[in-house]
């Protein structure tokens, strides 16, 4: 069963600070890895795609990934209270079968 | 452009009644989805569909009956569906024959069934 895990927070910054969210993946095949925001009610909506091992930074956000620890991340620099969102990681092992995580919900305080 | 668009945004449904789900995109993307999400759940795949035919079928019930008329348009036909079907039903779409298949999402139909 291939699996993607992440925290379901909720995970609690104030202004300004540096959110860091992670997710786990159990398929050492997978190729493509993705961040999506959900705000409440709303459709996910792309924020970024790595899928070499590193950091890649857009702006205020940057994924992090490490294929040999099976482990993605997503750091949001000076956070604000519009990027208070479920976060869902989503893994794609090849074809069209992308796996979600449970997502985290991120609050951020003004 | 990365739009997809979805009709209607909310549909309300009786147990008997027949409707229909509306997603197009104009990207040029060959590869649409049908998800299905809960509330304070990961979105599930329902069906996916590339060069307008079923790739994907999830072992979802029958009263779902996706079809794909041509490349832009995907829909998904409801028939006899139970209150537990009620959830928000997303579309995407992804430009087939890249390895990474992103996926862009519509902003979803909120249907209830009651």
């Known amino acids: 069963q291939k699996e993607v895990e992440q925290n379901s927070g909720p995970l609690s910054v104030p202004e300004g600070a540096i959110a860091s969210l992670n997710c786990t993946y159990s398929d050492r095949g997978s190729q493509s890895f993705f961040w999506y925001r959900q705000y409440s009610g709303k459709s996910p909506e792309l924020i970024m795609f790595i899928y070499s091992n590193g950091d890649k930074e857009d702006g205020r956000f940057t994924a992090q990934l490490n294929k040999a620890s099976q482990y993605v991340s997503l750091l949001i620099r000076d956070s604000q209270p519009s990027d208070s969102a479920t976060y869902l990681c989503a893994v794609n092992a090849g074809g069209f079968k992308t796996i979600f995580g449970a997502g985290t919900r991120l609050f951020v305080k003004a | 452009d990365t739009e997809v668009t979805q009709t209607p945004k909310h549909l309300v449904m009786g147990m008997t009644n027949k409707k229909s789900l509306k997603c197009e995109q104009h990207m040029g993307h060959r590869a649409m989805y049908w998800y299905k999400q809960k509330a304070k759940k990961p979105p599930e795949l329902m069906f996916v569909?590339?060069?307008?035919?079923?790739?994907i079928n999830e072992s979802v019930p029958s009263r779902f009956s996706p079809e794909c008329p041509n490349s832009s348009l995907l829909n998904l036909h409801l028939h006899a569906l139970q209150p537990e079907d009620s959830a928000l039903y997303l579309c995407?779409?992804?430009?087939?024959?890249?390895?990474?298949?992103?996926?862009?999402f519509g902003p979803g139909t909120r249907l209830l069934v009651l």
């Open positions: 569909y590339s060069y307008e035919k079923l790739s």
């Open positions: 995407a779409s992804s430009q087939e024959g890249t390895p990474q298949e992103t996926q862009y």
